[in-house]
């Protein structure tokens, strides 16, 4: 069973125990999601080691086996041959953009305070995430990288796998892929008896 956070309004709900509902191949992608690899093909240590760092302030959440399954993600998502949806013109690829801007990350920080951003303290590092999402990391280490949408991607890429993970579904009462079987109650306010019921605080 999945350890559920105290931060769920649906603290005995577990989205797995419907998994005999999904098909198989649906099956078999939401399990994988609980057993994310930490054997990269894009990332290097170093900088999995920044993401790591970085999701968890975006997520504020702690919790290994999601951020593991973040970094899974982003890694899978940079390595992968399919291009991208859309880039606005002129700006790099999403492998260099995130590549190039982790790199001018971890400088910033050492020339700042002269330690790495993963040593840094939480409230150090969220300010310098807070800079970056306002293009205001204003040194020689930015000229070549867009902050705001060095940002913007980081958080895309960490909130589409942080709110694709089943443990997460559980806390927000979602109940997961409905196929085959359906949604039969579908007017606002009526739940399926297999949906996330409110339960009292």
Same mark, same amino acid.
């Given at each position: 069973?999945?350890?559920?956070?105290?931060?769920?309004?649906?603290?005995?709900?577990?989205?797995?125990?419907?998994?005999?509902?999904?098909?198989?191949?649906?099956?078999?992608?939401?399990?994988?999601?609980?057993?994310?690899?930490?054997?990269?093909?894009?990332?290097?240590?170093?900088?999995?080691?920044?993401?790591?760092?970085?999701?968890?302030?975006?997520?504020?959440?702690?919790?290994?086996?999601?951020?593991?399954?973040?970094?899974?993600?982003?890694?899978?998502?940079?390595?992968?041959?399919?291009?991208?949806?859309?880039?606005?013109?002129?700006?790099?690829?999403? +492998?260099? %953009?995130?590549? $190039?801007? !982790? =790199? /001018?990350?971890?400088?910033?920080?050492?020339?700042?305070?002269? @330690?790495?951003?993963?040593?840094?303290?939480?409230?150090?590092?969220?300010?310098?995430?807070?800079?970056?999402?306002?293009?205001?990391?204003?040194?020689?280490?930015?000229?070549?990288?867009?902050?705001?949408?060095?940002? +913007?991607? %980081?958080?895309? $890429?960490? !909130? =589409? /796998?942080?709110?694709?993970?089943?443990?997460?579904?559980?806390? @927000?009462?979602?109940?997961?892929?409905?196929?085959?079987?359906?949604?039969?109650?579908?007017?606002?306010?009526?739940?399926?008896?297999?949906?996330?019921?409110?339960?009292?605080?």
């Amino acid at each position: 069973m999945i350890k559920l956070s105290k931060r769920s309004h649906y603290p005995t709900y577990d989205v797995m125990k419907e998994k005999d509902e999904w098909d198989n191949h649906t099956q078999q992608i939401v399990s994988n999601r609980l057993h994310p690899t930490t054997s990269y093909s894009f990332l290097t240590q170093e900088e999995s080691t920044i993401l790591q760092t970085i999701c968890k302030q975006l997520t504020g959440d702690e919790r290994e086996s999601l951020i593991l399954y973040i970094l899974d993600h982003i890694d899978q998502t940079l390595s992968s041959p399919i291009g991208e949806g859309q880039r606005k013109v002129g700006m790099p690829k999403a +492998k260099e %953009l995130i590549r $190039l801007g !982790l =790199e /001018a990350l971890e400088q910033t920080s050492q020339e700042k305070y002269q @330690i790495s951003f993963v040593q840094l303290d939480k409230k150090t590092q969220l300010l310098l995430l807070n800079q970056l999402s306002n293009e205001q990391a204003l040194t020689s280490k930015w000229n070549f990288v867009p902050q705001r949408e060095l940002f +913007k991607k %980081l958080l895309t $890429l960490t !909130l =589409e /796998a942080y709110y694709s993970h089943p443990l997460v579904w559980s806390e @927000i009462g979602y109940g997961g892929p409905a196929y085959p079987r359906g949604y039969v109650r579908t007017q606002l306010g009526q739940l399926d008896p297999w949906e996330a019921q409110p339960e009292d605080e």
